[in-house]
């Protein structure tokens, strides 16, 4: 069955924690994502990735960051530099840029 | 950077009415549009899209319309029924150069419309 999953759905924090977010995909996509949704402000890009081993800061990449050893992972890191983390977390792959990406079910984090 | 503005931010319509959701884009290098459905609880998911070098794309009940020179773009739903109710987004992506001449791109979301087709 192939797709792009996230683990967990639901995750607490404790302020001055780091906690890590998971993301694979088995669609063989080159380019992967992370994006923050909040209510009324839309999608806001975080970080990206178009081959492996290399990744672009998004708009909004402070206080996260990431890494793409594999093809099929995408892992994002909220550290406790990021102040307001508490928010809902979508991953995302397409074939290239340019082309439809395909979201994750999301990870709802909260800091306690 | 790329902006993105999306009108209306909540949009009320009766079941078979048309609806009508507009985007307009800052930066004239843009040139893939897609837009996105999302369900309550549920991820985003594409619905249409458009690149540059088309001015309208239409699929069933669903059509969007680019205006390259205005630099907007826009979402038609004719016959709506009240499985349309969601929150739709547009985005547009815009390409960039990466280190060793590597192409990337990047899609810049607008704030969403919550559309609520009432039966």
């Known amino acids: 069955d192939g797709g792009i999953t996230q683990s967990p759905k639901y995750l607490f924090r404790k302020e001055g924690q780091n906690v890590t977010l998971s993301c694979e995909q088995n669609?063989?996509?080159?380019?992967m994502y992370w994006y923050r949704q909040d209510p009324g402000q839309g999608l806001r890009l975080i970080y990206y990735?178009?081959?492996?081993?290399?990744?672009q800061k998004g708009d909004i990449a402070e206080g996260y960051s990431v890494s793409r050893e594999k093809k099929e992972s995408f892992p994002l890191t909220v550290t406790s530099a990021q102040k307001n983390p508490t928010a809902f977390y979508l991953c995302?792959?397409?074939?290239?840029?340019?082309?439809?990406?395909?979201f994750g079910p999301g990870t709802r984090l909260t800091v306690l | 950077g790329e902006n993105v503005e999306q009108h209306p931010s909540t949009l009320s319509v009766q079941e078979g009415d048309s609806a009508v959701i507009k985007c307009t884009y800052s930066?004239?290098?843009?040139?893939?549009f897609p837009w996105y459905k999302q369900e309550l609880g549920k991820r985003p998911q594409l619905i249409i899209d458009?690149?540059?070098?088309?001015g309208e794309k239409k699929d069933q009940r669903i059509a969007v319309t680019l205006n390259k020179t205005a630099k907007h773009f826009s979402l038609h739903i004719t016959e709506t029924q009240p499985e349309d109710s969601a929150v739709y987004f547009c985005?547009?992506?815009?390409?960039?150069?990466?280190?060793?001449?590597?192409?990337?791109?990047?899609?810049?979301f607008g704030q969403g419309t919550i559309l609520t087709v009432h039966p």
């Open positions: 985005a547009a992506s815009i390409r960039a150069r990466g280190a060793g001449g590597t192409s990337y791109g990047k899609l810049t």
């Open positions: 669609l063989n996509h080159d380019a």
């Open positions: 930066d004239s290098a843009s040139n893939y």
């Open positions: 458009i690149r540059s070098n088309v």
């Open positions: 995302a792959s397409s074939i290239t840029w340019v082309n439809e990406q395909f």
């Open positions: 990735s178009q081959i492996v081993n290399d990744f």
